[in-house]
């Protein structure tokens, strides 16, 4: 799987987007970008992902550079409870079950009052 | 809530000795991955079962080993444990054959003394 590379942290006002960047400039052509973020004290939780195109659900949105080495995660309007560490995964996606996922240290994001 | 349990949620251990850390699985999901994260860290992926077989492993030594049983719940057992197996264990239900949403329970907090 390739490596990615975050920030360790950011800050962000409450009410406002949150964009987090990842760099994975070795990313090969079968392998998607998937975003996980883990709240203080609870597991990870999925957020979105993706493969070339953008993608948008109700957490947040994924925008893919066209020559997918980096993306960004946008929270359209972060609240307080938004408060967590946001990890970058990209791996191979196949038809058998091994479905391991490789965490980096991800970006702390910080959203404030 | 994930529907992924864990037990016990807080073990401590003295070194050399052995552990057995517990998760039952979100209903109908039949893999399930145990990862290993170290204060600071991202999760670190141990491995995963199907069907009640390994079915991928990462880094870990044999001292590391599984179980999942016909119902999908799983242990992990650690044994001659040391200083560094103090961390959070998480475990991670999900179907295979999708893009793939793994489902964290809250994790079990380890130290060893």
């Known amino acids: 799987d390739a490596k990615t590379t975050q920030p360790p942290s950011m800050d962000c006002a409450e009410g406002r987007a949150a964009n987090l960047p990842c760099n994975h400039s070795?990313?090969?052509?079968?392998?998607?970008v998937y975003w996980y973020r883990q709240i203080h004290s609870q597991g990870p939780q999925y957020i979105i992902h993706g493969l070339k195109n953008n993608e948008t659900n109700e957490m947040a949105s994924l925008i893919i550079t066209e020559d997918r080495k980096s993306s960004t995660l946008i929270l359209p309007h972060a609240t307080l409870r938004d408060t967590a560490v946001y990890y970058c995964?990209?791996?191979?996606?196949?038809?058998?079950?091994?479905?391991?996922?490789?965490f980096g240290k991800g970006t702390l994001l910080t959203v404030n009052p | 809530e994930t529907g992924v349990t864990q037990s016990p949620t807080h073990l401590i251990k003295t070194r050399g000795q052995q552990v057995t850390l517990r998760c039952s699985s979100q209903?109908?999901?039949?893999?399930v991955s145990w990862y290993q994260q170290a204060l600071g860290q991202g999760p670190q992926f141990i491995f995963q079962?199907?069907?009640?077989?390994?079915?991928g492993r990462g880094n870990f030594p044999p001292r590391f080993s599984g179980l999942q049983f016909p119902n999908y719940s799983s242990e992990l057992n650690v044994n001659a444990l040391e200083l560094d197996d103090s961390a959070l264990y998480l475990c991670?239900?999900?179907?295979?054959?999708?893009?793939?949403?793994?489902?964290f329970g809250p994790g079990t907090r380890l130290t060893v003394t």
């Open positions: 991670a239900s999900s179907f295979p054959g999708q893009h793939i949403e793994q489902y």
């Open positions: 070795t990313i090969s052509g079968n392998e998607y």
């Open positions: 209903s109908g999901h039949n893999t």
């Open positions: 995964i990209v791996r191979v996606v196949s038809g058998g079950s091994n479905y391991k996922l490789t």
């Open positions: 079962y199907y069907r009640e077989e390994e079915n």
